[in-house]
């Protein structure tokens, strides 16, 4: 009961961080772990250092992660989010970038602190109703945070003999 409160109040935060009419900028600089990973993927925006990485090991606790699959899977691709999601997979900020899910990589903290200072100026100087704009059509896309979904797949977890108490 508490655990599935709790992953609701999760995904109904998360969902309201990812329909913020604002653009969100998220800097990772070091290891994005389970919510962390949640967290930096519902910013429209993502900057990371090199030595950054995504990590889910939920399965590996017996945890069914699938409040942001969906935008894991459109990111990098479907494979790459079962290995991800299943397999406990780390994917490295290099490996993320190729693949979409952040933005660009900087060699250290400083350098990171001066992208995000960057972006956060060239973000400034496009007109508030075309940021605006295009964030109001960004949010009527398929929803990314399922909460749902996760307590549907959690509950089965915990119905089973064996899952996860």
């Known amino acids: 009961g508490d655990l599935l409160t709790l992953i609701e109040d999760n995904g109904a935060t998360l969902q309201r961080l990812e329909r913020l009419p604002q653009i969100v900028v998220a800097a990772l600089n070091g290891p ?3 919510i962390g990973v949640h967290l930096a993927l519902c910013a429209d925006i993502v900057l990371a ?3 950054a990485y ?4 939920e399965a590996k606790l017996g945890i069914p992660d699938v409040l942001h699959y969906r935008l894991i899977e459109q990111r990098i691709g479907r494979s790459a989010a079962m290995q991800m999601v299943l397999l406990g997979q780390k994917l490295s900020a290099e490996e993320a970038a190729s693949r979409g899910a952040i933005g660009q990589t900087y060699d250290d903290g400083q350098t990171l602190a001066e992208g995000v200072a960057d972006h956060l100026s060239r973000l400034r100087a496009v007109s508030k109703p075309v940021r605006t704009a295009v964030k109001a059509y960004a949010n009527t896309l398929e929803r990314r945070a399922d909460a749902p979904a996760q307590v549907a797949a959690s509950a089965f977890v915990l119905e089973r003999p064996g899952g996860r108490r």
């Open 32 to 34: 994005s772990l389970g």
């Open 49 to 51: 250092t090199r030595a």
């Open 54 to 57: 995504l990590w889910i090991p």
